[in-house]
């Protein structure tokens, strides 16, 4: 079936390291891939997304590229913040139909030192 | 523009009773989805509505059910709660579509005693 496997955590940092977070996954058809983001006490919000291969997604700072050939969507940020502590998931949708379902990976959680 | 509206934040049951969970989405949007959040099995998809139909079911039990009321508004209920039910229950809007960006509540964290 369809899965995700992402990078075991947690990551520490110091302030203005570079920061990459490993997600592979396995699925069938072409799903598209999401990266979310978890701060303490709150929900998930969406970081950033690809739709198809090949696609770079952007946001504050994060970028992800879809890989096809290595099935992967690794999270990179050249210069991490003390502000972008939180958990991360990488996701995908369910490519069999019109659904908003999504496969999670574990999530891993970043802590930055100043 | 109002977010996603989980209530209760935070509730305690005891093993064998039911409880409904109850998620406002976002003004507009008709899909409304169900995650389950623990420690050990990470997120999972519980169920998603659209329209006040059920588009796509996860596996769970059935002691887990939903519905999705005309004004989008939807409930899920646990019946039978076992201790293994203790999770935080993630909610999440959009407006329909496939593969669309999700706007998640803060939850809602049930603990079964």
């Known amino acids: 079936g369809n899965s995700v496997t992402q990078m075991e955590g947690p990551v520490t940092l110091s302030e203005e390291a570079f920061l990459t977070i490993n997600c592979t996954y396995t699925a069938t058809g072409y799903p598209s891939l999401f990266w979310y983001v978890q701060y303490p006490g709150e929900g998930l919000q969406l970081l950033l997304k690809a739709t198809k291969a090949d696609d770079k997604g952007s946001n504050k700072g994060f970028e992800a590229t879809y890989r096809k050939e290595t099935t992967s969507f690794h999270l990179e940020k050249g210069s991490v913040q003390v502000s972008d502590s939180a958990v991360y998931f990488c996701a995908l949708s369910d490519p069999g139909g019109a659904t908003n379902k999504l496969i999670f990976g574990t999530g891993t959680l970043l802590a930055v030192q100043p | 523009k109002a977010g996603v509206t989980q209530t209760p934040r935070y509730l305690i049951k005891t093993r064998g009773q039911q409880v409904t969970l109850s998620c406002s989405p976002i003004s507009g949007h008709r899909s409304v989805s169900w995650y389950q959040q623990t420690p050990g099995q990470g997120l999972q998809f519980l169920f998603e509505?659209?329209?006040?139909?059920?588009?796509n079911k996860g596996n769970f039990p059935g002691r887990f059910s939903g519905r999705q009321f005309s004004n989008s508004r939807s409930e899920m209920n646990v019946s039978t709660l076992e201790l293994g039910d203790s999770a935080l229950y993630l909610c999440a809007s959009s407006w329909g579509g496939a593969n669309e960006k999700l706007f998640f509540g803060s939850g809602t964290q049930l603990s079964v005693l």
């Open positions: 509505y659209f329209s006040e139909t059920q588009r």
